[in-house]
């Protein structure tokens, strides 16, 4: 009994969509960027002093997105730290690092996570941050909560590059995958306390975390750099 020409075609969409399957699994990343060189240790690669800056023990002032446990399910590692200065000025660092890009290190941006608990977050604007190895696409926002008045600056790294969170980072991740790579990434967030909204007091809490982040950059080596700007 011959076959007919619907029977054909039905028959046909099925062998394309299974040969696209098989290349599809086929073509899958396999390769972890995280397995080459240096394991990351955050611990071990953010020094405790650097320049003037010194580590407080005040990691309460903080702001996270989840609980410890919770972090542990979506990061491999989360460091929360907050730096004085010889003037006693204060930085407060987080950072969030994954070994898959694929699990999404920026799935708790600061403007999700600030917002999840009770912050105002608003004038959420990219820039660059500028340091002596190169610019550093950023976000920068200000969140507020009663009293506290928190200007934010963060980025993302996923693999050896940086970009702005949103459709760069997917652009990146993209490219990584194909050629057969699974990259890591990393979140860094620096912030401050200001006691206005005034624009004075909040450009000023952006130059000051632009000294600290330069500080931090000059304090590491080249390698460590790479890890937390990618490549700038």
């Known amino acids: 009994m011959p076959i007919s020409y619907h029977s054909k075609r039905h028959y046909l969409l099925m062998l394309i969509m299974i040969c696209t399957s098989v290349f599809a699994y086929a073509a899958r990343p396999t390769h972890k960027i995280a397995d080459e060189g240096e394991q990351v240790n955050l611990e071990q ?18 702001v996270n997105p989840e609980t410890a446990a919770a972090l ?27 070994r898959d890009q694929s699990d999404s ?45 928190e200007p934010i600056t963060y980025w993302l790294t996923t693999g050896k590059k940086v970009g702005y969170p949103g459709w760069e980072t997917k652009k990146i991740k993209l490219q990584y995958a194909l050629s057969g790579s699974i990259p890591d990434g990393l979140l860094m967030r620096v912030s401050s306390i200001t006691s206005s909204i005034e624009e004075t007091d909040i450009n000023q809490a952006y130059a000051l975390q632009t000294r600290f982040t330069n500080d931090l950059l000059t304090g590491v080596s080249p390698s460590q750099r790479l890890r937390l700007t990618g490549q700038i």
């Open 45 to 62: 690669l953010i020094p405790q002093q650097f320049n003037d800056w010194r580590i407080l023990n005040l990691s309460s002032q903080i």
């Open 72 to 98: 542990d399910k979506i990061y491999a590692q989360t460091l929360s730290r907050v730096y004085e200065n010889g003037k006693g000025q204060r930085i407060m660092l987080s950072i969030a690092y994954g």
């Open 105 to 149: 290190v920026g799935a708790h941006a600061p403007e999700g996570c600030y917002s999840g608990q009770g912050f105002a977050v608003n004038s959420i604007l990219k820039g660059q941050l500028n340091t002596a190895f190169g610019d550093i696409p950023v976000l920068r926002l200000l969140a507020r909560k009663s009293d506290r008045i």
